[in-house]
Every structure is written in C-alpha cells, then in structure tokens.
Nanobody
C-alpha cells in the first residue's frame, strides 16, 4: 500500500521551531517531487514548499522564505520541513504530497497525487 505519513507536529510558542517529517512506504521517493501544503481553519489549502526529486532544488511560499527549510533523505525515503521562527499564522494542518515526475525542478503547482493524512501545527503562547 502506497502511503505518506507526516509526523512532528505539535504545540509550540511563537518564535519556536518544529521539524516535520514525511515518510513514504510502499514506494520509493527517488522519482517524486515532494511538496508541503497547509490548511488553516476556514482557509483554503496552500502551498508551503517543495523539493525536486534530484538535485535538491527547492521553492518556498513568500510567507515562509527565510524561516522554513525543506530537505530530503532518499536513503531514508523521507522528506523534512524544518520550521523556525514560527508565528501564530503558521498554525494549520500540514500535509506532504508527492508527484512522480521526470522534471529536475519542483513547483507547488504540480498536480500532486499522493497525499498524507496531515499533522497539526499550533503556534500559540
């Protein structure tokens, strides 16, 4: 069974950090670009960051540039999202998603077709 499983969410104070993980099972991430998305209550889901299948090319939403870092460890079949300097407006359910591609870049507009179940991130004092 093909699955993406997110972990690492939780409650953190403003200015704090969290590292989210996205682990794949049933398939190898080597051929997939990976994106992180988030959805806050009452808002549409939006893109946060993505990473290419090879070469480590990345892209970020303007709202998280300089604070979030995406990375991948293909040997562990896992993608990470390091989130620093967290703000209350980062509160959301965070999802990772995968799309098989031959491209060596990534874009949050790709048609991601494998999705995890999400992990809650709450930034509050």
């Amino acid at each position: 069974q093909l699955q993406l499983v997110e972990s690492g969410g939780g409650l953190v104070q403003p200015g704090g950090s969290l590292r989210l993980s996205c682990a794949a099972s049933g398939f190898t991430l080597d051929y997939y670009a990976i994106g992180w998305f988030r959805q806050a209550p009452g808002k549409e889901r939006g893109g946060v960051s993505c990473i290419s299948r090879i070469g480590g090319r990345t892209d970020y939403a303007d709202s998280v540039k300089g604070r979030f870092t995406i990375s991948r460890d293909n040997a562990k079949n896992t993608v990470y999202l390091q989130m620093n300097s967290l703000k209350p407006e980062d509160t959301a359910i965070y999802y990772c998603a995968a799309v098989r591609t031959v491209q060596t870049t990534c874009a949050l507009t790709y048609k991601y077709n494998f999705w995890g179940q999400g992990t809650q991130v709450t930034v509050s004092s």
